[in-house]
């Protein structure tokens, strides 16, 4: 169970172009979901919280014109990354904290490598 | 601000070895202590989760210790196997709110030599 799955999972772009990431919560339902950046050999590092049919919090430092979060629903989250430019390459790790059961815990996505040319 | 620090940043040890990760973090109110691995270009696989209540936590060949009030954390594992190999990454829940926001720290990259 806790089941949380990301689409795509590699994706290569053209700068300035923008691009879907999808976050699913495959067996639960996920009130708040939470999207996170890695750039190689550091840490995770949290850009915005995200409760169902409410804004995002972004943390600071992000830009939410750049980083649009969506989370219409209780299973799926998006991250667009709106104008890709080459410092945007990284990899993006999506998670999801339940509704009921231990709501204290986050299950998180295999991640999305984003690849801006 | 919470900051959380992995200690070595790397290991290498030959297979069979017992071996220790520390993780330490600034700010004691803490909700739980959570140890992931995570392999190259993948997510995150959580190993052992330790309330901020409990003191430690097995599972298999991982023990993870937890002394909230010194800020320190610990992951044993015992009899290492190449198969270990991997990042190790340590991440508090920040106490109070309600969306449990994780710190994580740069992580352990472990290798266990044949």
């Known amino acids: 169970g806790a089941v949380v799955s990301q689409h795509p999972s590699w994706v290569i772009c053209k700068s300035g172009t923008s691009v879907k990431i999808e976050c699913r919560s495959l067996d639960f339902q996920a009130t708040t979901m939470f999207w996170y950046r890695q750039f190689p050999k550091q840490s995770l590092m949290l850009m915005a919280t995200?409760?169902?049919?409410?804004?995002?919090?972004?943390e600071q430092g992000v830009e939410k014109d750049k980083f649009l979060i969506n989370h219409a629903s209780l299973t799926l989250s998006t991250l667009t990354v709106t104008s890709a430019h080459p410092e945007d390459s990284s990899f993006y790790i999506c998670s999801a904290r339940g509704t009921s059961g231990i709501t204290d815990t986050q299950y998180f996505g295999p991640g999305t490598r984003l690849t801006v040319l | 601000k919470q900051e959380v620090t992995q200690i070595p940043a790397a290991l290498s040890v030959p297979e069979g070895e017992n071996l220790v990760l520390n993780c330490s973090f600034t700010d004691s109110a803490i909700y739980n202590l959570q140890w992931f691995r995570q392999d190259p270009g993948k997510g995150l696989t959580s190993l052992l989760l330790?309330?901020?209540?409990?003191r430690e936590q097995t599972s298999g060949r991982l023990n993870a210790s937890l002394d909230k009030s010194s800020g320190r954390s610990t992951l044993y594992i015992a009899a290492s196997q190449p198969g270990d190999s991997a990042t190790y990454l340590c991440a508090v829940t920040h106490s109070g709110g309600s969306n449990y926001k994780l710190t994580f720290g740069k992580g352990t990259l472990l290798t266990v030599n044949p």
């Open positions: 330790i309330q901020s209540s409990q």
């Open positions: 995200s409760n169902e049919g409410s804004k995002a919090t972004y």
